[in-house]
């Protein structure tokens, strides 16, 4: 089977020829060790390391006419001890939207970056920003799949480029930030569900435009719900429906699959995503998580894809002998009866060995393989 084969069959359930391997490299590593960080350099690490990039930089695009009286600018100014700080600002009728991001915090993996000052401050940007997500909804929009495609062919059958898309709830939070939305819940219920619903009607159109790209998986990112700890309860308020409705679309086209990326501690969330229906779930983190690969596929048989559990932090201070044994744990865990892809319990961090990553993807290579 090639690469994409593999990977693909796990994801439908089955039985590969052996368990896909392919860690969550992103620009971050590739840029460690590259000196360049594009999706295209960490297709090019993968295919040194012999391994499935899946999770890549690749999204679908929904261009939409707004009127001219909404209008998004963004300046870049230098900061102290080489930092770079982004200021942006979105200009409404109903008034003005600010935020600012700074880049450079860490010297040596210069692409980390936080967002200092979130658009959403205080109640009246709620209504701001619910009139901007209603002339967004009201105005004219094309889908543009030609990124997405230039991946999908550049990859070929060594790869899977996936769509990358965020659930509503993390889209909020990244305009409000995780502490502040929690509480904004419980504060404004009835303004919050008007928010998240126009930001699910936008999402749909994103969704509309996967189904038309040919790219095969989308991994839809709740990690933020999943991390934040919310109570179940929560969960099936704010988090469910949204995951039920994304996998309903995403199966209404053969040859389409969706699954979720997670942290935390998910024991809790796990009936839930199941009930939702999708192909696959990951991360089910080492250190942060709270229930093992063996668990999950013991508890949910046949239900889903497991993927991660590879602990990164092996990966940057542990030696070439931890990997491998961490490499053997993952495959006795999920290994048997297929459905499982090697994946790290989140991102490559830029201080992983090399050698090490070596070592994962040879210990699958020879003991990773279905009889």
Request: charged share 25%; with cysteine.
């Amino acid at each position: 089977m090639t690469r994409k084969e593999a990977f693909l069959t796990a994801v439908r359930g089955g039985t590969a020829d052996q368990v896909p391997v392919a860690p969550l490299i992103y620009n971050r590593f590739a840029n460690a060790i590259l000196g360049r960080g594009t999706w295209k350099d960490v297709f090019e690490l993968h295919q040194r390391l012999g391994s499935t990039d899946f999770r890549g930089m690749h999204s679908v695009s929904v261009i939409t006419q707004l009127p001219e009286t909404y209008r998004g600018e963004s300046t870049e100014t230098q900061g102290p001890e080489g930092r770079r700080i982004s200021d942006g600002v979105l200009y409404t009728p109903k008034g003005e939207l600010r935020s600012q991001t700074v880049w450079g915090m860490v010297p040596h993996d210069p692409m980390v970056n936080k967002k200092v000052v979130y658009e959403i401050k205080e109640r009246q940007d709620w209504e701001i920003y619910r009139d901007y997500l209603e002339a967004t909804l009201a105005s004219p929009y094309e889908i543009d799949t030609t990124s997405a495609r230039e991946h999908w062919e550049y990859m070929g059958e060594d790869g899977v480029a996936s769509i990358a898309m965020s659930c509503p709830f993390t889209q909020v939070g990244n305009v409000r930030g995780l502490a502040e939305i929690l509480m904004d819940l419980y504060d404004y219920p009835d303004l919050l569900h008007e928010i998240f619903d126009l930001v699910g009607q936008l999402t749909c159109r994103s969704l509309e435009a996967f189904l038309q790209a040919p790219n095969e998986v989308l991994y839809y990112d709740i990690c933020w719900a999943t991390g934040s700890g919310m109570s179940p309860e929560m969960f099936e308020e704010w988090i469910l429906p949204d995951m039920v409705e994304t996998c309903e679309i995403v199966h209404s086209q053969p040859g389409k699959y969706v699954g979720f990326y997670t942290l935390g501690k998910i024991r809790k969330y796990l009936p839930m995503m199941v009930e939702s229906g999708p192909d696959y779930i990951e991360t089910f983190e080492q250190n942060e998580g709270d229930i093992t690969l063996a668990e999950a596929k013991q508890q949910y048989p046949g239900k889903f894809c497991a993927m991660g559990n590879f602990d990164c932090v092996v990966l940057a201070f542990g030696t070439v002998e931890e990997a491998r044994k961490e490499a053997l744990r993952c495959l006795e865990e999920g290994m048997p009866g297929g459905a499982y892809v090697m994946v790290t319990a989140d991102e490559i961090p830029a201080d992983a060995k090399w050698d090490n990553l070596v070592a994962m993807v040879e210990t699958v290579a020879e003991h990773g393989q279905y009889e």
